[in-house]
């Protein structure tokens, strides 16, 4: 990184963090009650709630993961924005609102397995341990991923040893969320949001401008690696074929069971602000994600001539590097961070709530003050971060591959089960109980498997893996109660008035 991006940069990081921390010291005045810490007392607005969503969804790969998949394979990548663009609309579509009105009928769950638990009335507890048990295991892979990211960031922009880099980035995270819970992370979302469509915006258009325009970008691409241009074929100009696809398209499945995505349906004020945050909501994700291809592909006529770049997830940072004024600069580069953060924060305070909720409770089996809980939460925040920053110390991690595997397996556990719990009357307790184990083993599994079919991404075969467990399991062991039935029934009527 040149002297006068690190020069400025450290003003730039120093300004955006004290803000950060701001918001989470006035989030933490706000915060009474476990609700409040948990899903901010179910009082979020629509842009709050879409541009949240977004950011949180995004995290690092946007500005680091996706950009690379682009420089390394071309608008190949354009599967995956495909998949990931229709699988949230439809999440925004089928989930969203049920979620926000099922959620609160079904005893006020704020947890996902807390949900699963209410809707079917499982007084074993055993679909809220088992869900809280996969919610804890996939969101330490993703917290590592986003740790990485920040790692590489820190590294890259001061020079700092990778280790040191990695501490810093989850101390950022960690004092403001500890603060200001939901509240503090779904507000410094907005501005993260808003940062990083500025970012993704502004370097493509400064790329294509240093290049020669976007007809000489074309021209580069289509004369030097032309198969970059091609949806079929490799950068080899081999084709790539219907698991390649079949793996990109997939992504977009991952949205139905994503807890901390499902925690902003759940978090909105009236489910008829639903509506609005979608168009929002997909918009945003839309513009920055095209953005993010872009840069991916400006970075290879850029960086043409000099060889090309060894670590293709560095190519955003690396432009900013080469072509952006000192201010500038540091404003992009904070949007990165503002990805890493956004996302980090709410998979650190989902997996606290799933401790201190879904275990901690159950296992106390007593009545405990809403303080007592809170500081609780605070103390899983500290657990789980220092867990994740430890797993996160080998820099050879791949920001992507990380995603990869914990969206997957939130994906295949939790969507499938999600989806029928909303939707199907005859859905009983066994059969969410068998989809999540169904779909997360299957996942784990599959992930150790190469060659042939066990290529495909590994959370199309979860996916429907834990939709033929749910639905053969419910089935063969018969209705759920009466008293499940007439709940159900219940829901459905507020869903049609409300």
């Keep these: 990184m040149t002297n006068h991006i690190s020069d400025t940069i450290s003003w730039t990081f120093a300004v955006y963090i004290v803000m950060m921390l701001?918001?989470?010291?006035?989030?933490?005045?706000?915060?009474?009650?476990?609700?409040?810490?948990i899903l901010g007392g179910r009082r979020l607005g629509s842009l709050t709630a879409a541009l949240s969503a977004g950011a949180s969804d995004m995290s690092g790969w946007l500005l680091l993961g996706l950009p690379g998949l682009a420089?390394?394979?071309?608008?190949?990548?354009?599967w995956l924005v495909i998949g990931l663009l229709l699988g949230g609309y439809l999440n925004w579509w089928i989930v969203a609102r049920r979620?926000?009105?099922?959620?609160?009928?079904?005893?006020?769950?704020?947890?996902?397995?807390?949900?699963?638990?209410?809707?079917?009335?499982?007084?074993?507890?055993?679909?809220?341990?088992?869900?809280?048990?996969?919610?804890?295991?996939?969101?330490?892979?993703?917290?590592?991923?986003?740790?990485?990211?920040g790692g590489k960031l820190f590294s890259a922009v001061f020079g700092l040893p990778y280790e040191w880099a990695v501490i810093i980035g989850m101390a950022t995270i960690l004092v403001y969320t500890l603060?200001?819970?939901?509240?503090?992370?779904?507000?410094?979302?907005?501005?993260?949001?808003?940062?990083?469509?500025?970012?993704?915006?502004?370097?493509?258009?400064?790329?294509?401008?240093?290049v020669g325009g976007w007809p000489q970008a074309y021209t580069s691409l289509q004369g030097a690696t032309p198969m970059l241009l091609s949806l079929w074929r490799d950068h080899?100009?081999?084709?790539?074929?219907?698991?390649?696809?079949?793996?990109?398209?997939?992504?977009?499945?991952?949205?139905?069971?994503?807890?901390?995505?499902?925690?902003?349906?759940?978090?909105?004020?009236?489910?008829?602000?639903?509506?609005?945050?979608?168009?929002?909501?997909?918009?945003?994700?839309?513009?920055?994600?095209?953005?993010a291809v872009l840069v991916g592909l400006l970075g290879q006529v850029y960086f043409s001539q000099g060889g090309g770049i060894q670590d293709s997830e560095r190519v955003?940072?690396?432009?900013?590097?080469?072509?952006l004024p000192a201010a500038l600069a540091g404003i992009c580069l904070a949007a990165i961070l503002a990805a890493i953060m956004s996302t980090a924060d709410s998979q650190l305070l989902v997996s606290a709530s799933v401790l201190t909720e879904d275990l901690y409770k159950i296992v106390m089996?007593?009545?405990?003050?809403?303080t007592h809980l809170i500081w609780v939460g605070r103390l899983a925040v500290l657990v789980i971060a220092l867990a994740a920053t430890w797993l996160a110390s080998d820099p050879q991690n791949s920001v992507l591959n990380l995603v990869g595997y914990a969206w997957a397996g939130f994906g295949a556990a939790f969507g499938p089960p999600l989806i029928l719990a909303l939707h199907w009357r005859n859905m009983n307790r066994w059969g969410a109980l068998a989809g999540m184990i169904g779909g997360g083993v299957c996942v784990v599994v599959w992930k150790q498997l190469h060659g042939g079919i066990f290529d495909l991404y590994e959370l199309l075969p979860g996916f429907i893996c834990a939709t033929i467990a749910v639905v053969?399991?419910?089935?063969?062991?018969?209705?759920?109660?009466?008293?499940?039935?007439?709940?159900?029934?219940?829901m459905q009527q507020h869903c049609k008035t409300a």
């Design 236 to 291: 080899a100009g081999q084709p790539i074929g219907a698991i390649a696809i079949l793996s990109l398209l997939a992504w977009g499945l991952g949205y139905f069971g994503q807890p901390h995505i499902l925690a902003r349906f759940k978090a909105v004020q009236t489910p008829h602000q639903i509506a609005q945050a979608r168009r929002i909501a997909v918009s945003w994700s839309a513009v920055a994600m095209l953005g």
């Design 472 to 490: 053969l399991v419910s089935v063969i062991t018969g209705k759920p109660d009466q008293k499940v039935l007439a709940a159900f029934d219940e």
């Design 71 to 78: 420089y390394a394979s071309g608008i190949q990548s354009a």
């Design 22 to 37: 701001a918001i989470g010291v006035y989030a933490y005045q706000r915060t009474q009650n476990l609700s409040d810490y």
């Design 316 to 323: 955003f940072i690396l432009l900013v590097d080469r072509m």
């Design 99 to 149: 979620l926000r009105i099922y959620s609160e009928l079904a005893g006020d769950s704020l947890t996902l397995p807390a949900f699963f638990n209410n809707r079917f009335a499982d007084s074993s507890h055993s679909l809220r341990i088992i869900g809280a048990i996969f919610t804890l295991l996939f969101y330490l892979l993703y917290t590592v991923s986003g740790l990485v990211a």
């Design 365 to 370: 089996r007593r009545q405990l003050s809403q």
């Design 179 to 210: 603060l200001g819970g939901f509240l503090a992370v779904c507000w410094t979302d907005v501005f993260q949001g808003l940062l990083m469509l500025f970012a993704l915006v502004l370097v493509p258009v400064l790329a294509a401008q240093a």
